[in-house]
């Protein structure tokens, strides 16, 4: 069953959809993230705004309310192209933003006494074969510190760790009840939240919602990998990433294992592996490797794929032999937006009123407040810091079937690389291949 942990086995009851023709100073396509710190930070800036936002199903339902709940300073684009392109100092703006927004997460939350599960334990990359190790111990930079076997057995118990590397720039929380807690507090300031209403139509001063015309002068797409695919223009690609979540775990088996301050945690592999310790003691585990749909379709069949999910058990199992006899209870998964060169957009159109935002890829918990932020500062005539994200042209990706083979041949090079790896202890030469074709 397709039910995120953090949504649990509760039963959702909706908001009520719109029912007649409105209007608002500002609509709002998504109840996810973006579209939800949007109207908060809109907020902030011009309390007096009339904000309605609009959901196709209910809050929390995308990638928002079923992610692995890492607030971190990761970034879709590499560090080298982002330097490349927008110059050190923009880069170093950007870094500084992230970094800020965690805490900001934190604070806001901890201020309006969100329970959220919030815990800022750093992030721990580690390694469990002598390439990966060499590989990520030559990326280490000023955020970021090398840990020996030692270090790392120290603070988590993975027995396989060869080493890693910390930052300290990331959180744990619990991704569903932020979704919901932040839509209750923007009730309290009047912003209305409409669910079970599809927007079919964005065009300059309106908006068809349910076949009602909403006008407004400003209306904000946030809709992420879910936005409709004749709105997306070829331009971005929906990547299916899976999870598991176990039984919560004893207090003898958090002794074992340690991490006591719940840093998030991710294998030095290439096809990535994230997960997190929840605030009631579960491991939450997750990775990708879903195989791309012809024409970038969603499909619901993709977030519960029996043998993926099956791998990312026996993978959390591997992280820790101790985790033998534990059960796991949830299997979920669900889409994320690839854009063709991995970058992330904020893109607003003062003429025609109209918004755009996303491109997060599996990076929106931290990056989709710090765009919604800056969205909102554009929009208020303020000054914001330079940052990549403002602006950018996003090219189309290629065209089908193309895009099909490229993209599922991508994911099994990533695979082979990794075996690659294993076999040889040494950073992978297949890798060094395809990473230009990536294009990150
Ligand atoms: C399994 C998984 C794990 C992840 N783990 C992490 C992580 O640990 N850390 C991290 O930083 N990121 C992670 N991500 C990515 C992160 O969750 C997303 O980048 C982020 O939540 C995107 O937020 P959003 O509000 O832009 O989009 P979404 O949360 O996807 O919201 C978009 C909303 O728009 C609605 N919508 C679409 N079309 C319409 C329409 N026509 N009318 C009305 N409503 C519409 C949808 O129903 C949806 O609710 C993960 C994603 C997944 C799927």
């Not at 907020?43 to 609009?54: E, T």
């Not at 899976?242 to 002794?255: D, I, Q, R």
Request: aromatic fraction near 10%.
């Amino acid at each position: 069953m397709n039910t995120s942990l953090w949504q649990g086995k509760s039963e959702i009851t909706y908001r009520s959809a719109i029912a007649k023709n409105d209007s608002f100073d500002i609509s709002i396509i998504g109840a996810g993230f973006s579209g939800l710190w949007s109207a908060y930070h809109l907020k902030q800036l011009q309390p007096a705004l009339k904000i309605a936002i609009f959901e196709k199903e209910y809050v929390g339902f995308g990638a928002s309310g079923r992610n692995g709940g890492w607030a971190s300073a990761e970034y879709p684009t590499s560090g080298r192209r982002l330097i490349n392109e927008h110059g050190l100092d923009s880069y170093k703006q950007l870094r500084t933003a992230l970094t800020n927004s965690i805490d900001e997460i934190g604070q806001i939350a901890s201020l309006n006494k969100w329970q959220i599960d919030y815990a800022k334990g750093g992030s721990l990359l580690f390694a469990t074969n002598k390439a990966q190790l060499a590989r990520i111990s030559a990326e280490i930079d000023d955020e970021h510190q090398l840990l020996s076997k030692a270090q790392v057995k120290e603070m988590v118990n993975i027995p396989s760790a060869l080493g890693g590397v910390f930052t300290p720039h990331c959180a744990a929380l619990n991704p569903f009840l932020l979704c919901q807690s932040l839509a209750a507090h923007l009730e309290k300031q009047g912003v209305e939240i409409f669910e079970n209403s599809e927007v079919t139509k964005i065009q300059k001063g309106q908006i068809i919602v349910n076949d009602f015309k909403v006008r407004s002068e400003i209306s904000i797409r946030a809709t992420e990998a879910f936005t409709p695919r004749a709105w997306q223009e070829n331009k971005q690609i929906p990547i299916y990433s899976l999870m598991v979540a176990t039984e919560p775990l004893s207090n003898e088996l958090m002794a074992e294992i340690k991490n006591y301050s719940r840093a998030t945690l991710q294998q030095a592999c290439h096809l990535i592996t994230y997960a997190q310790f929840t605030g009631d003691n579960r491991l939450a585990l997750g990775g990708r490797g879903v195989r791309y749909k012809l024409f970038s379709r969603l499909s619901e069949r993709s977030e519960v794929d029996n043998r993926m999910h099956s791998a990312l058990e026996r993978r959390a199992r591997a992280w820790f032999p101790q985790l033998s006899g534990t059960k796991f209870e949830y299997r979920w998964g669900g889409p994320v937006a690839l854009t063709r060169r991995w970058q992330s957009y904020l893109n607003f159109d003062r003429n025609s009123g109209v918004a755009q935002i996303g491109g997060y890829v599996g990076d929106g918990v931290t990056l989709s407040y710090l765009v919604s932020k800056t969205l909102a500062q554009i929009i208020s005539n303020k000054p914001t810091p330079n940052l990549a994200f403002i602006d950018q042209k996003i090219g189309k990706w290629e065209i089908e079937p193309i895009r099909y083979f490229a993209v599922n041949a991508g994911f099994k090079a990533t695979v082979a690389a990794d075996y690659e790896e294993r076999i040889t202890n040494r950073p992978s030469l297949l890798a060094a291949f395809i990473d230009p074709l990536i294009n990150r």
